[in-house]
C-alpha cells in the first residue's frame, strides 16, 4: 500500500475536522489540524493551497505567500497553481499579490485564455486599460470565443465611451447558452444592461438586469432566507434598543481603555460612502479601512458565540462582559493593523463599511468613544443603484435580485438608523450625496470639523489620491474622476417600475429631506 493510500482516511478526518473548527471561527484549533495534515501529507499541493487561503483569510499574508510557495512548487499544473493563488489573493483582497501570480502564470507554457483576461481584469482595477485591453487581445488571439475575454473586452469599452462595440461583444456572449459560460452570461447580462442604460434604452436596460437576475434567483433561496432573519433582528433592534440602554453603553465606556479616536463610515450601500472615505483618506492625519470584514467577523460573531440563533442584538450585547469587550478591541484594532500592513498610530482611524449599517449598536457597545458618520442619498436612487450592480451572490446581495426584495432590505436597513439616531449618545452627523456633489468643500470641511480634524486642502482633490492607490469597492472606477451629478435623479428614468414601491419609500424620503 502507498503511503497516501495508507494514510488517506487520517487526512479526511484531519481535513473534515478542520473544516468543522473554521465554521465555529475556532481559527487556532483549524490551523493547528490543517498543519498535523500537512505532516501527514506533506507533497499534498491542495492541502497547502487551502492552508494559504485560510492564513490569508485571517491576515497573515506572510505566511498565506509561504504557503502559496511551496503548493505552487509541488502541483504538477504549476500555471493552475499560479493562477489559484492569485484568484484566492484577489478572494481576500490582496490585489497586489494576485496580480504577481497572475503575472507569473502567463509565463508559464499551455496557460489557457482565461488567465489572461482574469490578469487583465486586475490591471483595469489597478487603471491600467492599455495593458488590460492588450492581454484581451492575447486571450481572443487564443480563443475567439473566450465568453469571459469579450465580457471584459466589453466592460474596457464601455468605460472609455466606445458603446456599439461593447453591446456587439456582449450580445455575442449571450447569444451561448453552454454550461460553461453561465456565470460570465449573468455578468454579461448585467454588463448590457449599463450599456443600454448609457444609450437611454432604458426599457431595454431593466429586461437586461432582469435576465440576469433570473439566471441568479435559484441559488438564492438560502441566503434570502437568512437575510430576512438578519432583517427581522434589525426591525428588533429598532423597537428595543432604548435611549437609556445606549446611553449606559455610552457611559460606560470610561472602563475601556485605551480610548480610540475613530468612527464609522456607513449608510445604505450605494449612498456616497466610497466617495466620503476617498476625500476623508486623502487627509494625512486620517487612515481609512476600506470595507473589511474584520468588525464582522472578528467582533460581532464572538459577540454572538454560544447565543441560539434566534438571539436579538440587543441580548448579545447586553450580555458581553467588560473582559470580552476589551479582548474585541484589541482584535480589532491587531487585525486592522495587519490587513493594512501598517500602524494605526495617532491618525484618526475611520472604518468605511456600508454593510455595518445595521450593526450601529454593536459599534457602539464595543467602542463607546466611536462617532458615526452616516451618508444619505435619495432612498430611490439608491434602490436603483443597488439593483444595477453586479454584485457577488452573497446574504445580502441576494436581497437585491427584485425591486421589491431591494426596497424591504433598505427600509430594514436605514430603518433601524432612522429609529436609534434620536436615542444615541454617540455622536453622529448625516451628510447626503446630493449635498456633497453640489458643494464638495462646505460638506468636507463640515465633516472635518466634526471629526476634530484641522482642514487640509489635499482633500478637494481626491481623485488624484484615488489614482495613487488601490479602491477595493465596487465604485472604484467612479472615484477616480472629479466629481460629477449624473447620478442624482437617475431614478426616474425607471419610474414606471418604482411606482409599486414609492409608498414604503416615502417615510425615508420624506424623513431624509428628498420629499
Known amino acids: 500500500m502507498k503511503p497516501k493510500q495508507k494514510h488517506q ?145 466589453a466592460r474596457l469599452d464601455r468605460i472609455a465611451g466606445r458603446l456599439g462595440p461593447a453591446e456587439t461583444s456582449l450580445r455575442s456572449v449571450l447569444a451561448r447558452n453552454d454550461a460553461d459560460t453561465w456565470s460570465t452570461r449573468i455578468r454579461a447580462w448585467y454588463e448590457l444592461g449599463m450599456v443600454l442604460d448609457a444609450q437611454g434604452h432604458y426599457d431595454e436596460a431593466m429586461r437586461a ?39 449606559h453603553w455610552f457611559e460606560s465606556g470610561q472602563a475601556l481603555q485605551p480610548q480610540h479616536r475613530l468612527a464609522l463610515l456607513c449608510g445604505h450601500p450605494r449612498s456616497g460612502t466610497t466617495l466620503l472615505e476617498q476625500m476623508l483618506d486623502s487627509h494625512p492625519a486620517i487612515i481609512s479601512a476600506e470595507e473589511t470584514p474584520i468588525f464582522f467577523q472578528d467582533v460581532y460573531l464572538p459577540l454572538r458565540r454560544g447565543l441560539p440563533e434566534s438571539a436579538g442584538i440587543l441580548s448579545a450585547l447586553d450580555a458581553a462582559p467588560l473582559s470580552l469587550l476589551k479582548q474585541l478591541r484589541q482584535t480589532y484594532f491587531r487585525a486592522l493593523e495587519s490587513f493594512h500592513a501598517r500602524p494605526v498610530g495617532d491618525r484618526f482611524l ?79 452627523l448625516e451628510i447626503r450625496y446630493e449635498d456633497v456633489v453640489e458643494n464638495f468643500e462646505s460638506c468636507s470641511r463640515r465633516v472635518l470639523e466634526f471629526f476634530g480634524i484641522p482642514w487640509d486642502a489635499c482633500v478637494l482633490r481626491f481623485n488624484e489620491h484615488a489614482r495613487q492607490k488601490l479602491v477595493r469597492s465596487p465604485t472604484y472606477s467612479d472615484v477616480m474622476k472629479p466629481i460629477f451629478k449624473g447620478a442624482i435623479g437617475r431614478w426616474r428614468n425607471y419610474q414606471k417600475y418604482f411606482e409599486p414601491h414609492l409608498a414604503a419609500l416615502e417615510p425615508f424620503v420624506k424623513a431624509f429631506g428628498y420629499g
Open 350 to 428: 475611520l472604518d468605511k463599511n456600508p454593510a455595518l449599517t445595521g450593526l450601529i449598536p454593536a459599534f457602539a457597545r464595543v467602542f463607546p468613544e466611536a462617532k458615526f458618520l452616516v451618508a444619505l442619498r435619495d432612498p430611490r436612487d439608491v434602490c436603483l443603484s443597488c439593483f444595477m450592480q453586479p454584485l457577488p451572490l452573497n446574504q445580502v446581495s441576494a436581497m437585491f435580485l427584485s425591486l421589491d426584495s431591494t426596497v424591504v432590505e433598505y427600509a430594514s436597513v436605514m430603518g433601524l438608523w432612522k429609529a436609534i439616531a434620536p436615542r444615541m449618545q454617540n455622536p453622529h
Open 209 to 247: 438586469f432582469l435576465q440576469a437576475k433570473a439566471m441568479i434567483r435559484p441559488n438564492a433561496a438560502s441566503l434570502l432566507n437568512f437575510q430576512k432573519s438578519a432583517q427581522a433582528r434589525m426591525n428588533e433592534a429598532a423597537v428595543e434598543i432604548s435611549a437609556d440602554t445606549l446611553r
Open 9 to 153: 482516511p487520517a487526512l479526511l478526518r484531519l481535513v473534515r475536522d478542520a473544516d468543522e473548527a473554521w465554521q465555529h471561527q475556532d481559527y487556532q484549533r483549524y490551523f493547528d489540524l490543517m498543519q498535523k495534515a500537512n505532516r501527514l501529507a506533506p507533497a499534498n499541493h491542495g492541502l497547502l493551497m487551502d492552508l494559504a487561503a485560510a492564513c490569508g483569510r485571517r491576515y497573515d499574508y506572510p505566511a498565506a505567500e509561504k504557503y502559496f510557495e511551496r503548493s505552487v512548487g509541488l502541483a504538477p499544473d504549476k500555471p493552475e497553481a499560479l493562477a489559484m493563488a492569485g484568484l484566492h489573493c484577489r478572494g481576500f483582497g490582496r490585489y497586489e499579490m494576485a496580480r504577481q501570480y497572475f503575472e507569473r502564470a502567463i509565463q508559464e507554457k499551455g496557460v489557457p485564455a482565461e488567465t489572461f483576461v482574469k490578469l487583465a481584469e486586475l490591471y483595469e482595477r489597478f487603471r491600467f486599460p492599455r495593458e488590460a485591453m492588450n492581454l484581451v487581445n492575447r486571450a481572443l488571439e487564443m480563443d475567439r470565443n473566450c465568453a469571459l475575454a469579450l465580457l471584459v473586452l
